[in-house]
């Protein structure tokens, strides 16, 4: 849900500070006001790299820097606050906006939300804790801090867009112990857009790390006919998050019963799994206004049942495959 103001549309463009598996972007927020342009800028201090890269067992607490930063020549108020981390559709970094809850390893910040007055070419540094919980297992846990500007820039003409920059800065906190790599893959579905179909298969990373699985696409129509496949290399998908594998068509599919087949694999290792669910087309009005940057917040993630486990070697004979009832 994006926020609203004066009944115009609100543009919220997200700038993420990207990195590793979770490539670097370095450019600040940029935004041009009346009197002139702000540029947001978050600095993770005391890292070596563009975001907090954070090894701390269960139970510790530790004290961490940010630095706030406008680098523009017009003031700006900004609202800091910390995030759920997601990952979108086929992959890589989101965070939630500032109206959504926060849940999991964001409540182990004490970042409070707040307004800061930043003067043109000036900066502030804020501390802040992670606290591990006393039962927290081993594996990736992750959130973010991010910055924006807090009041909407109003646009101007017939179609006026009001626009939020935004600074994210992720924090990866690894608890020390065993790894395990895990991929359920769950229900396909259709939907269509500008007059094409486009087919979305669930999918849910259970395990504890991070991954980029490259995922294999094929469309089976009622006679078990192959009528269209894809290889999707998906970016990060982060360790307790779900997602969809989205494969554009180039065509419309006529109403029917069809099958997708999905196979995801890991490169290195080759890890894989696949899974085989049924699709069903009916004739329906296309559909509009669809997010496209970002993973449904309400779409159900695969069930436990479909979940394939730790991720066997190919060396196991084959790859397993879980039918959707």
Sequence with gaps: ????????PIQVLTIVALFGLLAALAAPAVAIAAEGQFKLALLPLGESGPYFDIHMTAGETRTFHVQIANNGDAAVAARTYAADVYTIINGGFAGRLRDQSTSGSTLWLDYPTGVVNLPAGSSITRAFTVAVPRTTGPGEYITSILLENDKPIGGTGAV?????????????????????????????????VAGKSVVDVAVENPGNVRLKPVATFVLFDAAANRISEATVPMDTFFAHTATFIEVPLAALLLA?????????????????????SPLGIHPRR?????????????????????????????????????ACS
């Design 160 to 192: 006026a867009l009001s626009q939020i920059t935004r600074q994210a800065i992720a924090l990866v906190v690894t608890v020390p112990g065993p790894r395990y790599p895990a991929l359920a893959i769950g229900k396909a579905s259709h939907t269509v």
């Design 1 to 8: 849900m994006r926020p609203a103001q004066s009944g115009r």
């Design 286 to 322: 296309p559909t509009r206004g669809r997010d496209r940057g970002h993973a449904r917040p309400h779409a159900s993630p695969p069930s436990p049942g479909r979940d394939v486990g730790p991720i066997a070697p190919p060396s196991a004979a084959h790859s397993t495959r879980v």
């Design 256 to 276: 029917g019963q069809y099958t997708v087949h999905t196979d995801a694999r890991l490169p290195g290792p080759r890890w894989g799994s696949g899974h085989g």
